[in-house]
């Protein structure tokens, strides 16, 4: 069983930055594919990014590529999401994921993650 608890979130004006974390339970946390989700109110839960444990490679939805920045500290079963340049439309609840059967690529489907945090709020004022 894994478990994610995020922080980081909170209420900041447009342009602004906030990093968010998400610490994870688990011996085998660098075999883990992890991402970033958000559910905006009236909104279905969309990936945000997603980072694979080979090669660390990345994933960005288009409307964040440029601003947001995933992490991975695997000494501290840590994920991070960098976040500048931040738009009111980035409001939204932000949520970790983990799938720890270790595939080797980036899992773009929400329904390829078997563990999530209880989600964090990033409100962006303009």
Known sequence: ?????????????????????CA???RTFSRYVMGWFRQAPGKERELVAAISWIR?????VDSVKGRFTISRD????TLYLQMNG????DTAVYYCA??????????TNM???DYWGQGTQVTISS
């Open 24 to 26: 994870a339970s688990g």
């Open 98 to 107: 983990a799938s720890d059967r270790a595939p080797p690529r980036i899992l």
């Open 111 to 113: 329904r390829d993650y």
């Open 86 to 89: 931040l738009k009111p439309e």
């Open 56 to 60: 660390e490679s990345t994933y960005y």
């Open 1 to 21: 069983q894994v478990q994610l608890v995020e922080s980081g979130g909170g209420l900041v004006q447009a342009g602004g930055s906030l990093r968010l974390s």
């Open 74 to 77: 695997n000494a501290k079963n």
